[in-house]
């Protein structure tokens, strides 16, 4: 409601002539609208006037309502109550009109305050857009200024391990940035539409991670948008879970197909991840990706679940909408 009525106010003020010559045209289509339903509204004289003068105090200004109110009594007065085509109404028409009248008054007053309002609020929103867009940049920096550290203490390096160790952070660290790089020109308080981020997230690793083996990443998930904070841990969730299929489900030159699919049944958000690969490990401790999953999900009232996929693994992470969007 509040979009529909920032769209029907004007840009720019117009000068008094054109909003009071504006006035004037809608109370006379009133004024036709209202002849033309005479047998229905013949009780009702000042029905149809109330919405007129709403609109042109929306419109313009309360002077423009106060015009309006003033025009739309004096046209009811002469040609929709008893005797017609004269002023000399009774006392209790009189009355009638009287009390049409504060009414229109009041009610334009209050519309005034109420466009004035609406103005200030969308363009606190756009204040709060740019601000939001200018954060998310400044943080996208820092992260790229991280991760290119990041890097170069892994090519430094000569130990496999170690190497193996940074390239896993610079890869979450990666995550985080993708994130606040979909902030960029939000327009919805700060929302990640979750389909975009995680297909991109996923396509990256994809090409990063399964050299020349012939392995697909295909993305199926819901068109749901959560905040920045919920992203990154949906998003490190899916990178730990991929990032192990692509590392260890196809050994040697095996191929195959690594499905992520995202749906919600209202009540949760289920992520799973699954390949067609060696299948899940028997017995093996859980390595610090593994922890991390956990963890994640946790703190988003979530639990993890393997299981084998015949053939393949997989790995469903069911997720609480309620810790989701609060």
Not at 203 to 213: A, F, I, K, T, Y
Not at 243 to 259: C, D, F, M, Q
Not at 306 to 326: F, I, K, M, Q, S
């Amino acid at each position: 409601m509040e979009n529909l009525l920032v769209r029907l106010l004007p840009k720019q003020r117009y000068g008094i002539t054109l909003r009071y010559a504006a006035t004037s045209l809608i109370v006379a289509i009133t004024a036709l609208l209202r002849y033309s339903l005479d047998g229905p509204l013949e009780n009702f004289p000042l029905l149809l006037f109330v919405p007129a003068v709403f609109l042109c105090a929306l419109l313009f200004d309360r002077g423009s309502g106060f015009f309006a109110t003033i025009l739309s009594a004096a046209v009811s007065a002469y040609f929709f109550i008893e005797p017609y085509f004269s002023f000399a109404i009774g006392i209790q028409n009189f009355f009638a009109l009287s009390l049409f009248v504060i009414i229109g008054f009041t009610m334009s007053l209050v519309t005034e305050v109420l466009r004035k309002t609406i103005r200030r609020l969308n363009e606190s929103e756009k204040t709060k857009a740019l601000l939001l867009e200018e954060l998310a940049h400044r943080t996208k920096n820092d992260l790229a200024i991280i991760s290119s550290a990041i890097t170069l203490q892994s090519s430094a390096s000569r130990d496999p391990a170690v190497r193996e160790a940074l390239s896993a952070a610079n890869a979450r660290v990666l995550v985080v940035a993708q994130a606040q790089e979909r902030l960029r020109g939000d327009q919805n308080g700060g929302l990640v539409g979750l389909s975009g981020y995680v297909g991109a997230l996923c396509q990256g690793l994809g090409d990063l991670l399964r050299d020349v083996r012939p392995i697909a990443v295909r993305v199926n998930c819901v068109p749901i948008s959560v905040p920045s904070s919920v992203a990154v841990h949906v998003g490190l969730i899916v990178n730990e879970l991929v990032t192990n299929s692509l590392k260890y489900a196809y050994p040697t030159e095996r191929g195959g197909v690594i499905r992520v699919d995202i749906v919600s049944d209202g009540t949760n958000l289920m992520v799973t991840v699954v390949d067609d690969g060696i299948g899940c490990p028997k017995d093996v401790d859980p390595g610090l990706g593994s922890k991390l999953v956990r963890l994640l999900a946790k703190q988003l009232g979530g639990r993890v679940e393997r299981e084998d996929a015949n053939p393949g693994c997989c790995v469903r992470v069911t997720l609480d909408e309620r810790h989701l969007l609060a």
